[in-house]
């Protein structure tokens, strides 16, 4: 047995300590909000945070982040989380979808160490998220947008 606290919760998983962390979200929690792209830490689509770093979840075991606060897309909130969510819709950042949990959870760690990003930043912070669509100038105006949301 495996204990995390997942989402504020703390959860008991009978999954062996080297399973992806991943795995046990989709398959044991059934949160399906993070999403499997690469399986190699490549693409950013399963990014969580792990106390409140941005995490790729596909190569890290659960054993590793036991007795750590992880928060999944379905619960990441507060003033960072809020501010890119609404700056997502009001830009209409998404097309297909696949990629933006990992992106807005990419986007809300950035914004919570760094309020003020420039470009090159958010070009650092962002760069191992990868978005089929190329939505990728939306992606960086949403995320100067949330910065001056955060400022109100």
Known sequence: MVKLLINGAERELDVAEDTPLLWALRDELGLTGTKFGCGMSLCGACTVHVDGVATRSCVTAVGDVAGS????????????????????????????????????????????????????????????????????????????????????
Do not use: F
């Not at 990629?99 to 809300?108: D, E, F, L």
């Open 69 to 152: 606060d992880v928060t999944t897309i379905e619960a990441v909130s507060g003033k960072a989380a809020e501010a890119v969510q609404t700056a997502w819709e009001k830009l209409d950042v998404v097309q297909c979808g696949y990629c933006q949990s990992g992106q807005v959870m990419s986007a809300v760690a950035l914004l919570s160490e760094n309020p003020k990003p420039s470009d090159q930043d958010i070009d650092a912070a962002m760069s191992g998220n990868v978005c089929r669509c190329g939505t990728y100038v939306r992606i960086r105006a949403a995320i100067h947008e949330a910065a001056k949301l955060m400022e109100a």
